[in-house]
């Protein structure tokens, strides 16, 4: 739980030293029921997703504000609930994106000001 903790905070340290009041962010991040997530590097497998809920509808050119848009994202792009979490405006919520054949771990974030 402790490293869970210290990746988290180094993320969060590294994601706000990478933007600028433009909010240039340089990962793909997509809107779920009104929260923006950012797709991060981290790998999951297959076998640790429980569903897809969901794909983005719209292809945008600045942060998404509304629900299954996604930035830098392809519309058609498949979202997943992971298996055991719950999906949540808390601040550890989590989901799975699928990219090129590849699965990733999204993360919610905390509105950028």
Request: charged share 25%; glycine share 6%.
């Amino acid at each position: 739980m402790r490293k869970h903790i210290v990746f988290f905070l180094l993320f969060i340290f590294v994601l706000l030293s990478g933007c600028n009041e433009n909010h240039n962010i340089s990962n793909p991040v997509f809107n779920w029921n009104g929260h923006n997530y950012i797709v991060t590097n981290e790998p999951i497998t297959k076998n640790e997703l429980d569903e897809k809920i969901g794909k983005i509808t719209i292809q945008t050119k600045e942060l998404p504000k509304n629900h299954e848009e996604g930035y830098k994202l392809s519309e058609g792009t498949n979202l997943y609930k992971i298996k055991n979490t719950e999906i949540t405006n808390n601040i550890d919520s989590m989901m799975a994106i699928e990219i090129k054949g590849e699965y990733k771990v999204a993360r919610i974030l905390n509105e950028i000001k």
